[in-house]
């Protein structure tokens, strides 16, 4: 029997989550609670619209051509996508049989067998770092790090090409003692080919407001070019690559 997974929303040429122009599945639900998230509709399980998992890769197949001529591909999303594993996993043999790219972008909090199923077929992973001091990163997404960083083991472990995601929030994730520890952590992941410096803004705060949520970080202003400059330096040590949208 089919699994049916739930969708928040698709975009069909993405530019911004993997290399190339890519189809971008953005899966619903997610258990981090992220105070800078700019999706928090996406965290409920139950909202969404259902998909086969036919249904979803007829709507992928359309765009080959595009993802082909650029070098692009298919990049789950959310949300936390892995929440739905066995949902991407029924896809995912299809698209790697029309050589079809799979990235999955992940906090890294899910772990189960469908999930390493998952990243079998898996080309590309955006791991969602959010900080690299347990306490700051509890306060700031509700769940603990470990299993985000034993992930990232587990990726260096099968050589799965890795980049990794930082968003730059003043007051929150700009302490640069532990921008220096991550930087100096990921020294250790010859597999990690990409940092990815995201600076922070308020363009989802609306959602919390019609969402009734409460939106902690409203006074916190955007990130300075000096302090962006500044931790992407801190990242570059030895040789890294690092992009950032300034």
């Known amino acids: 029997m089919s699994v049916l997974g739930r969708i928040h929303s698709l975009e069909s040429f993405g530019t911004v989550d993997g290399p190339g122009i890519r189809f971008v599945v953005f899966l619903q639900g997610c258990p981090l609670r992220c105070r800078f998230c700019h999706n928090p509709d996406t965290w409920d399980v139950n909202k969404g619209t259902e998909y086969t998992s036919e249904q979803l890769y007829e709507e992928i197949i359309k765009y080959k051509s595009y993802m082909d001529f650029s070098g692009g591909g298919v990049t789950f999303t959310g949300g936390e996508p892995l ?6 996993l029924e896809i995912c043999s299809r698209l790697k049989a029309q050589g079809i790219s799979i990235a999955i972008d992940t906090s890294g909090f ?25 306490v700051v990163y509890k306060e700031v997404t509700g769940v603990p790090l470990d299993p985000t960083l034993k992930l990232l083991d587990y990726l260096r472990e099968k050589n799965k090409n890795t980049w990794i995601r930082y968003v730059l929030v003043p007051g929150l994730t700009d302490n640069l003692d532990n921008v220096k520890l991550l930087s100096e952590h990921l020294d250790g992941y010859p597999n990690v080919s990409r940092i990815e410096l ?3 803004h308020k363009m989802g705060e609306y959602k919390w407001k019609e969402l009734g949520l409460t939106y902690s970080l409203s006074e916190t202003k955007e990130p300075e070019k000096a302090l962006i400059k500044e931790v992407k330096s801190i990242f570059e040590s030895n040789g890294k690559n690092v992009s950032c949208s300034i």
């Open 83 to 88: 929440l739905q594993a066995e949902f991407i």
């Open 110 to 134: 899910i772990w189960n067998e469908a999930v390493q199923e998952v990243l079998e077929y898996t080309d590309l992973v955006l791991l969602d770092i959010k900080n690299y001091d347990p």
């Open 198 to 200: 995201l600076p922070f």
